[in-house]
């Protein structure tokens, strides 16, 4: 086998690794690692969580001796830097490996270069960019955050093939297929938080849960520890503390726009009575625009300072709308059912645009056929009133294989 095909095979089975921490590395990137010998595996790893080891010390663990002389597979550079845990730069040094692949190097100020530049000057082969474009996607928020200081942001939508949502009472479950709903829960695995407004709290009493039956069981997944954090726009705290997403496991952050006082006094009435909710519950106060609705760019600025790496939007055709408009989301997952629900039927967006040039451009990413339904998943061209187009700040590189993908 060529150097080539070798580097490759050997990095999509540090990738299949990789995945296997796409709940619950946050807010650290989804790393995997193997360690090679005679075109032989001899060590592997991945990150599990943040504060634990890193793939690279898990992978020696298993190498043992047989490291020294190897080769090591890493889907990222390995760190240079003292944080939780020690430098893999220097425990592969120490290690004696004496070749390193990665897919890409680390945008991270603290890394950047410098955990390449260490193993070169102590021998090391270094050979970079080897399949990183699947790489980057599978930590696709993570890059995008190092960047340009903001998670990347999703909106989920599920709709008739006439762009309907729900039918004029409101009924609208269920649009889609069992597979289309079970696709949506690993996008909803992968991601820091998922937002919605109060509307769809108050008319669904969603529950906006991580269902670990419907994950594949290649996935793992701590119900108590991994499920995003629920962040709810209650600009006037009309949450009762009934809902059934309080209940579930995780937390949920009530963004409201009462002032700090009215906000605390509110949590701290309902954790009185619901002792339960005491360290599950948070309310944090923002600015409204004019109509006294919250300020989507503040929730979007407090949403970029939680070290968030990607979000998904969950919400109503009105928030939805209001998302796309202030120009916040980067991401569409449009799931299309084969079916007719009419002109009275609610729409999936409620966007008032009025002339073509306001259109907003959409640039096809990846179409897949789930069950009798469509998933179009879609990068948002980002768009000014006078139409001058400018693309997302970070433009990341579709999957390029399935074992990358969410």
């Not at 190498?63 to 090591?72: D, F, I, L, N, S």
């Not at 709810?232 to 726009?257: E, I, N, W, Y």
Request: charged share 20%.
């Amino acid at each position: 086998m060529s150097h080539f095909a070798s580097d490759q095979h050997f990095m999509r089975e540090a990738l299949a690794l990789a995945r296997l921490g796409l709940a619950s590395t946050d807010p650290n990137p989804r790393v995997g690692c193997v360690i090679v010998r005679d075109e032989r595996i001899v060590g592997t790893g991945y990150h599990r969580r943040a504060g634990e080891p890193h793939a690279e010390v898990y992978a020696l663990r298993e190498a043992g001796e047989q490291a020294a002389g190897a080769t090591a597979y890493v889907t990222l550079e390995p760190c240079s830097h003292y944080g939780r845990t020690p430098p893999c730069a220097d425990a592969l040094i120490a290690a004696g490996i004496a070749r390193v692949v990665v897919a890409m190097a680390d945008p991270c100020d603290k890394v950047a270069g410098a955990g390449l530049r260490r193993m070169r000057e102590h021998g090391i082969e270094v050979v970079e960019g080897v399949l990183g474009e699947a790489a980057e996607a599978l930590s696709q928020g993570f890059f995008h955050r190092m960047r340009t200081g903001r998670p990347w942001v999703r909106l989920k939508l599920a709709q008739s093939l006439d762009g309907r949502s729900a039918m004029a009472s409101g009924e609208s479950q269920w649009i889609t297929g069992q597979a289309a709903r079970a696709n949506a829960q690993l996008w909803r695995a992968r991601s820091s938080a998922i937002v919605t407004g109060i509307g769809t709290v108050l008319s669904d009493d969603c529950r906006l849960t991580v269902r670990p039956e419907q994950l594949p069981e290649s996935i793992p997944f701590d119900n108590e520890r991994d499920q995003p954090v629920r962040v709810v726009l209650d600009s006037r705290l009309r949450m009762p503390a009934s809902a059934a997403l309080l209940r579930q496991p995780g937390r949920t952050v009530l963004l409201t726009g009462r002032d700090d006082a009215t906000g605390q006094q509110w949590l701290q009435t309902v954790t009185n009575q619901h002792p339960s909710l005491r360290h599950k519950l948070v309310v944090h106060s923002l600015p409204v625009d004019s109509s006294g609705r919250l300020d989507l760019k503040a929730v979007h600025r407090w949403l970029a300072g939680q070290d968030f790496n990607e979000i998904l939007v969950e919400a109503g055709a009105t928030l939805a709308g209001a998302f796309l408009h202030a120009e916040l989301i980067d991401e569409l997952l449009v799931y299309t059912a084969p079916v007719l629900l009419g002109s009275e039927a609610r729409p999936s967006v409620i966007l008032p645009l009025q002339r073509m040039a306001e259109k907003v451009r959409l640039e096809i990413q990846q179409r897949q056929i789930l069950g009798n339904d469509e998933l179009v998943r879609a990068w948002l061209v980002k768009y000014t009133r006078n139409d001058a187009v400018g693309m997302t700040a970070c433009q990341l590189a579709p999957d390029v294989s399935t074992t990358a993908k969410g």
